[in-house]
């Protein structure tokens, strides 16, 4: 495939080779996303995150089968906490804190349920996951290497939440050359107005952090590609 250009993105059209690509899929974890899990446990709306489970299930499906690779990220920590940081582990000052039984088992402990990626989209064969201990997916993680090693220049962006692991990331990975692509009904907040906010920081300032575009837009001009 050549290069394929997007223009109904903003702040202006956004243009990427599918064989430099990647699509990122952050943190779609039953404890974050499920009705049960520890995100509603805090008393958040779980129903705000979970609109983005079949745009992003649309998008995967447009993407399998091209030239765009797929990867995935969990939050997360080893089972003794050793790779969490005592702020984290303190912030809050929560009744159940990482680590401790929580609804879907140890709270964002890798190989509990709560930590595993909802069952409406989990990876296939030859999809990576990877495990980030912080909010940015680049941070003490294979990310960026396994990136370069598959020659990516291109991300497209979904995942939850807007304004923590997807911003974090988004300009982790603008530091790092990368060129990100936001597909907004594809991330989502548990505060509307952080979701929105977040959206509009991204493409200010002549898209400083990046473009923001949606998942029919970017799965037409894949369609198109293909024909
Ligand atoms: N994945 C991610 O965003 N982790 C969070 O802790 N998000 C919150 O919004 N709390």
């Not at 699509?23 to 009705?35: A, S, Y």
């Not at 705000?48 to 969990?74: C, D, F, H, M, Q």
């Not at 809050?92 to 609804?103: A, N, S, T």
């Not at 990368?178 to 898209?207: H, N, R, T, W």
Request: net charge negative; glycine share 10%; hydrophobic share 35%.
């Amino acid at each position: 495939m050549s290069k394929i250009i997007l223009y109904n993105a903003e702040p202006y059209e956004y243009e990427f080779e599918p064989e430099k690509t990647a699509l990122l899929v952050i943190d779609m974890q039953n404890d974050f996303v499920n009705p049960g899990g520890f995100g509603e446990f805090l008393g958040n709306d779980v129903s705000l995150l979970r609109k983005v489970i079949n745009p992003i299930k649309n998008v995967l499906n447009a993407v399998r089968g091209t030239e765009i690779k797929i990867i995935y990220t969990r939050e997360g920590h080893r089972p003794d906490l050793s790779d969490c940081p005592p702020n984290k582990l303190k912030r809050g000052r929560l009744k159940i804190k990482i680590g401790d039984e929580g609804p879907m088992g140890r709270v964002l402990i890798r190989g509990y349920k709560g930590h595993d990626i909802i069952e409406e989209l989990k990876p296939l064969d030859g999809e990576p996951i990877i495990d980030k201990p912080g909010k940015g997916s680049f941070y003490a993680t294979d990310l960026h290497l396994i990136l370069q090693n598959w020659g990516i220049k291109y991300l497209i962006i979904t995942g939850v939440t807007t304004e923590v692991c997807v911003h974090t990331t988004v300009r982790e990975a603008n530091d790092r050359g990368y060129e990100c692509l936001v597909l907004e009904d594809c991330v989502a907040s548990y505060f509307p107005e952080f979701q929105e906010i977040g959206i509009k920081m991204i493409k200010a300032q002549g898209g400083i952090f990046g473009w923001v575009s949606n998942s029919d837009e970017f799965i037409k001009v894949i369609k198109d590609s293909k024909k």
